[in-house]
C-alpha cells in the first residue's frame, strides 16, 4: 500500500513516501497484517531518503498508523516497545525519560546524550540537553530512532538521534479535529485547517491542548496549549520555502518520588499519598516561541537546503531546595546542507555542510522557597507554596556550537553500499555565577554559596562512522559498522565539576534486515566501549557528575512481525543488554569506593514486548501490546534490585463509522498494576521510588475532512 503525500519538491508534483507500519523495525502492535512486507523509508540515520534495509545500522521508524493509534499526549506513547529503548514518563505529562542502550541513564531528568530533532531541527541544545514541552504531539507523522553513536546531525549525540517528523503543510489530507477524554481527568483536543493558495502556495493552521489532574496522587496537574502557523511556496524552478511559527504553553506540577514505605502504600492501594521529601511545590510552566525556514533546490546532481531557526523560552521552575526563574533563553542556528550525487565507485552521493547554534540564557535565578517550615537545626520540614524568597543565585551562561559535516555513499555494485561519514564540532561554555547562598542536601537547609565564579571550557568533538550494507538476497540484507563519538557534558553537569571531560563511544556492531511475504525482523549485535563515561553520583545527598574510567556495552536487539492472515499480526521484540563498569569509583562518606565489574544501575538484561493486532478490513482495528523487564539495579554498588516492572499491558481499540469519521479507546495499563517506572537507592541506602499511572481510559473522536 502506497499512500501519495504532498511534500516539497518541484511545481504540482507528489512524491511517493511508504508509510507502513509492518516493519520489523516498527513497535510491533502497530503493524498492519499485510501479506507483502515493504520497507520505511528513513531520512534520519543517512540524511538521504533510504528505504531501513539498506541503512548499514540499527533504525525504527513509527509510522502514521501507530501514532494514529496512540493518545499521543507523549511521544512515549509513540516509542515504547522499541528494542534498546527505555522511556516512561514518571509525571503523567509531556516529559520522559528516554535512555537508548544506557545512553541516557544519568539524567535526572530531560533527556542527554541523544539528539532530538524535528523536521531537521535540533531540539536538543548545544550542551546537549533536550526539552519536550515545546512539541506538538498531535502534530507527528512519523518518528525515527537511530541507536548508537556516529551520527553526522550534531554533538551530543553518542547514544543516537530521535527525529520527529511533523505534518507536511502541503499535505491537504492531513486536516483533522480531534477531541477525547478519559479517566484521570484526561482531555485531549486538536485542530488542523490547511489548504492550497493558488498553485504554488499552501498554508496550516494547528492547535492543541492538553490536560489531565493525576487525582490519584497529590498536586500532578498538567495542561499545555500549543499552536502553529506553517506556510510553504513552491518556486518555478522547482525549489520549495517551507516556514513555521509556533508556541507553546504549558503548566505541570511535578510530584516527586516515593519513600519505600510510600511505594508499599501505593502498591496497595494505587494511590500516592505524598513524596519523599520536604518539596512537594515542584512543577514547571514553560512558555516558548518557535520560528523554523528552510529552503530546498534541486538543480541537476547537486540539491541544497540551508536552514534558520530560533526559540525563546522562560520557565518557572520549583525543584528540591531552589525556585529557579529564568525568562530570557534564546537558542538560535543555521545549517547549510548540499547532497552532489556522481560517480566515484559506481553510483555515489556526498553529503556535506556546516552548522552554528548558540543558546544564550541571561540573568536565569534560583530563589530560596518563602513559606516552609523548620525542625531541629533549622532543617527544612515542609513547604508551603511555590512563593519565591530571597535570591540565591544568579547566572548568564553562553554555550556556541560551530560543525562541519560530510557523508560519502558508493555503490561499487548493485548489492552493496559503503557509508563513510565524519563530523567535527566545537562546543565552548562561557557560564558566570554568582552564587549567593545555596541549599545544603546533607543538612537540610541555605548555607552560604560560592560567590562568584568563572567556567570557560572547550570542547572539541569528533563523530564518525563506516558502515556498509550488502543484499544477501532480495529478502534479507546483512551489514556491519564501525562507529564513534564525542559526548559533551551539559552545562549543569559541568556546574557541579568544572574538571569533566567529554566521554568517547566506541562502537561496532553487526546485523540482518529481512522483508519478505508475511515476515519482517531485524536482529543487531553490538559492543560498545565509553571512554570517560559521564556518570551520576551522590556527595552529601546532593547528585553531581564525574568522569567513570571505562563503560563496556554488550547487546543484541531482535525484533520480528508475522502477518498471520489479512486481518492477524503477531510480533515480538527482545533486548539483552550487559552494560559493565570496568573502571570507576564513586564517593560514599567522603571515600572514593570502586565500581570496577558492577553493572549500571536502571538497566535491564532483558526486555521483552509481544503484540497482537487486528484489522478486519472495514473499520474495526485493534491491538494489545505487552512489555516486561527483567531486575535492574537501582544504585552503582549493586546492592539491591527492582523487579516489577512485569506485564505492562495496553490495548487500543478503532471503529470508522465512515470514510472519515471514528472513534477510538486507548486503554494504558490495562491489568492496572502499581509499579514504579523507575527505582533509585543512594549511597546512603535511601530508596526512592516514582510511580506509574495507574489504569487509565482515554476515547477519542476524529473527523477528517
Same mark, same amino acid.
Given at each position: 500500500m502506497q499512500n501519495k503525500i504532498w511534500m516539497p519538491g518541484k511545481t504540482g508534483m507528489a512524491l511517493s513516501a511508504f508509510l507502513l507500519s509492518t516493519t520489523a523495525a516498527v513497535p510491533l502492535w502497530a503493524q498492519d497484517a499485510v501479506n507483502t512486507q515493504l520497507d520505511e523509508v528513513s531520512v534520519t540515520a543517512t540524511r538521504s531518503e533510504r528505504g531501513t534495509k539498506e541503512v548499514p545500522a540499527s533504525i525504527t521508524v513509527i509510522g502514521a498508523k501507530r501514532i494514529d493509534n496512540e493518545k499521543m499526549f507523549n511521544i512515549k506513547d509513540a516509542i515504547q516497545g522499541t528494542p534498546g529503548v527505555q522511556i516512561n514518563s514518571a509525571n503523567g505529562g509531556f516529559d520522559s525519560r528516554l535512555v537508548i542502550r544506557g545512553a541516557g541513564q544519568k539524567a535526572n531528568y530531560g533527556v542527554r546524550e541523544i539528539m532530538v530533532m524535528r523536521d531537521g531541527v535540533p531540539m536538543t541544545d548545544p550542551d546537549s540537553f533536550t526539552r519536550f514541552d515545546f512539541i506538538d504531539t498531535?502534530?507527528? $507523522?512519523?518518528? #525515527?530512532?537511530? =541507536? !548508537?553513536? !556516529?551520527?553526522?546531525? /550534531?554533538? !551530543?549525540?553518542? !547514544?543516537g538521534v530521535i527525529q520527529i517528523l511533523s505534518k507536511s503543510v502541503f499535505d491537504p489530507g492531513n486536516n483533522t479535529v480531534r477531541l477525547g477524554a478519559g479517566t484521570a481527568g484526561t482531555t485531549n483536543a486538536h485542530a488542523r485547517v490547511g489548504s492550497m493558495m493558488g498553485d504554488n502556495d499552501a498554508i496550516a493552521v494547528t492547535f492543541s491542548r492538553r490536560a489531565i489532574d493525576n487525582s490519584w496522587r497529590p498536586r500532578n496537574s498538567f495542561e499545555s496549549t500549543q499552536g502553529s502557523i506553517k506556510h510553504g511556496h513552491m518556486f518555478e524552478n522547482g525549489g520549495t520555502w517551507e516556514s513555521e511559527i509556533s508556541f507553546s504553553n504549558v503548566n505541570m506540577e511535578i510530584p516527586g518520588s516515593m519513600s519505600a514505605a510510600q511505594y508499599e502504600e501505593f502498591r496497595r492501594t494505587g494511590k500516592q499519598i505524598g513524596n519523599s521529601d520536604a518539596f512537594d511545590f515542584s512543577g514547571r510552566d514553560s512558555n516558548s516561541y518557535f520560528i523554523n525556514s528552510k529552503y530546498e533546490l534541486e538543480d541537476g546532481d547537486i540539491t541544497y537546503k540551508p536552514r534558520v531557526y530560533a526559540n525563546k523560552w522562560s520557565h518557572y521552575h520549583p525543584v528540591t531546595g531552589a525556585i529557579n526563574v529564568s525568562g530570557d533563553n534564546v537558542t538560535a542556528g543555521a545549517? @547549510? $546542507?548540499?547532497?552532489? =550525487?556522481?560517480?566515484l565507485w559506481g553510483p555515489s552521493t556526498l553529503v556535506a555542510g556546516v552548522s552554528a547554534r548558540i543558546d544564550d540564557t541571561n540573568d536565569a535565578r534560583k530563589y530560596r522557597y518563602r513559606d516552609l517550615t523548620t525542625g531541629f537545626g533549622g532543617r527544612i520540614t515542609a513547604v508551603l507554596s511555590d512563593q519565591p524568597g530571597a535570591l540565591l543565585e544568579s547566572e548568564d551562561a553562553r554555550n556556541t556550537l560551530v560543525g562541519a559535516f560530510a557523508q560519502e555513499t558508493v555503490?561499487?555494485? $548493485?548489492k552493496t553500499l559503503v557509508d563513510v561519514s565524519l563530523r567535527l564540532d566545537r562546543s565552548v561554555f562561557d557560564i558566570a555565577t554568582n552564587e549567593i547562598a545555596k541549599y545544603d542536601f546533607a543538612t537540610g537547609t541555605y548555607v552560604a554559596g560560592a560567590g562568584n565564579t568563572q567556567v570557560d571550557k572547550t570542547f572539541d568533538l569528533?563523530?564518525?562512522?563506516? /558502515?556498509?550494507?550488502?543484499?544477501?538476497? #532480495?529478502?534479507?540484507?546483512?551489514? @556491519?559498522?564501525?562507529?564513534m563519538s564525542d559526548q559533551v557534558p551539559s552545562a549543569g553537569e559541568i556546574g557541579t565539576n568544572t574538571s569533566l571531560t567529554a566521554s568517547t563511544a566506541s562502537t561496532v556492531e553487526v546485523g540482518l534486515k529481512g522483508r519478505q511475504a508475511g515476515l519482517s525482523y531485524d536482529a543487531a549485535v553490538y559492543f560498545t566501549s565509553v571512554q570517560d563515561e559521564i556518570v551520576s553520583v551522590s556527595e552529601n545527598g546532593q547528585t553531581t557528575f564525574r568522569n567513570a574510567g571505562e563503560v563496556e556495552k554488550k547487546g543484541l536487539e531482535l525484533s520480528a512481525t508475522y502477518g498471520l492472515s489479512e486481518e492477524w499480526s503477531i510480533g515480538g521484540n527482545y533486548a539483552f543488554s550487559d552494560f559493565t563498569f570496568k573502571s570507576f569509583n564513586e564517593p560514599v562518606n567522603n571515600v572514593n569506593v570502586s565500581r570496577a565489574g558492577n553493572n549500571m544501575p536502571y538497566v535491564p538484561r532483558h526486555q521483552y514486548s509481544l503484540s497482537v493486532n487486528y484489522d478486519s478490513g472495514w473499520g474495526l482495528t485493534g491491538g494489545l501490546r505487552s512489555e516486561t523487564w527483567s531486575a535492574y539495579w537501582m544504585d552503582n554498588a549493586n546492592s539491591e534490585k527492582y523487579s516489577s516492572y512485569k506485564y505492562i499491558t495496553s490495548a487500543n481499540v478503532s471503529y470508522d463509522i465512515s470514510e472519515k469519521q471514528s472513534f477510538s479507546l486507548n486503554v494504558e495499563n490495562i491489568l492496572d498494576k502499581h509499579y514504579a517506572v523507575e527505582a533509585k537507592k543512594s549511597t546512603r541506602g535511601v530508596q526512592t521510588y516514582s510511580a506509574a499511572q495507574p489504569r487509565t481510559f482515554v476515547l477519542t473522536y476524529r473527523q477528517d475532512f
Open positions: 498531535q502534530d507527528i $507523522e512519523r518518528i #525515527e530512532v537511530t =541507536k !548508537g553513536p !556516529g551520527s553526522i546531525y /550534531g554533538a !551530543g549525540s553518542a !547514544g545549517d @547549510g $546542507e548540499v547532497h552532489y =550525487k556522481h560517480q555503490r561499487p555494485n $548493485e569528533v563523530s564518525m562512522r563506516i /558502515g556498509s550494507s550488502y543484499a544477501w538476497n #532480495e529478502q534479507m540484507n546483512v551489514y @556491519g559498522s564501525l562507529a
